[in-house]
């Protein structure tokens, strides 16, 4: 088979032969062998620019010498002289020398012999008397020159006695108490807020309940839910210390979690 040769120009001489040679088809197969030899010129010149300039510039950069001829005029200034130190005050005198005069008294001898009971009457003592600090819940009457005044003075709550205040019940009942009367706040919910919420309160030396304060919480309405269950709480079991019942704090953590 024989194999003809054709370039370009004579390709697209044949192929517009007889046809319209005005037509853009034409001109624009004439003109792409120029057209692309030109845009691989300006390509590559904009290639070899983008990677020259920076290793120009940081050339030029390193070469740059800058002399920055500057007088700088130092005046020195004496020190401001510190004022001087007032004198110290004169020591304060001796104080006068006291004599210490003592004087003696014989002894008196006596034939009646003195009784000794062993005991110091009231009138020696000056209408003193020794009483015991009061350990219960005590009542402090002031004097007023209108009318007494009453003012209930409580001791402050033990923290450890030797029998602790508990819920009447025990510790299940406690939980149960707890877990049917606790409603889990909404913003809670919304915001997925779980944890402990840390409750101090005071158990009375009758059982009771009160100062019910919130030592450590995790917002979102919960620590208020906590402090509304505990001041709801029964009477508890008060606690004791030398067989009397004695007002105890009492911490509770109550745990808030979502199912």
Not at 15 to 24: D, I, W
Not at 112 to 117: A, G
Not at 220 to 244: F, H, I, T, Y
Request: one cysteine or more; hydrophobic letters at 40%.
């Amino acid at each position: 088979m024989k194999t003809i040769n054709l370039n370009e120009e004579q390709f697209n001489e044949i192929v517009f032969e007889n046809r319209n040679k005005e037509y853009g088809a034409y001109a624009l197969r004439a003109a792409y062998k120029k057209r692309m030899m030109v845009a691989m010129s300006i390509s590559i010149t904009l290639l070899l620019l983008a990677v020259t300039f920076p290793l120009i510039a940081g050339y030029i950069n390193k070469n740059k010498i800058v002399n920055d001829d500057k007088n700088v005029s130092v005046t020195l200034l004496d020190a401001p002289e510190k004022p001087d130190a007032p004198p110290p005050p004169p020591p304060p005198p001796p104080p006068d020398v006291l004599e210490q005069k003592v004087k003696f008294t014989a002894p008196v001898v006596v034939n009646d012999s003195i009784e000794d009971n062993g005991s110091l009457n009231q009138d020696f003592l000056g209408g003193q008397t020794n009483t015991a600090p009061p350990t219960e819940d005590s009542i402090v009457i002031i004097e007023n020159t209108d009318s007494p005044v009453i003012v209930e003075v409580k001791p402050p709550p033990f923290i450890v006695v030797e029998e602790m205040p508990n819920y009447p019940g025990g510790d299940d009942l406690r939980i149960k108490f707890i877990s049917e009367n606790v409603v889990y706040p909404v913003m809670a919910k919304e915001s997925n807020i779980q944890g402990t919420v840390y409750v101090t309160f005071v158990v009375e030396a009758d059982g009771s309940i009160t100062d019910v304060k919130v030592l450590r919480g995790i917002g979102g309405g919960c620590d208020e839910e906590a402090l509304r269950v505990v001041k709801m709480m029964p009477k508890w079991n008060a606690g004791k210390q030398s067989g009397k019942n004695v007002r105890v704090q009492f911490n509770l953590p109550i745990k808030f979690t979502l199912q």
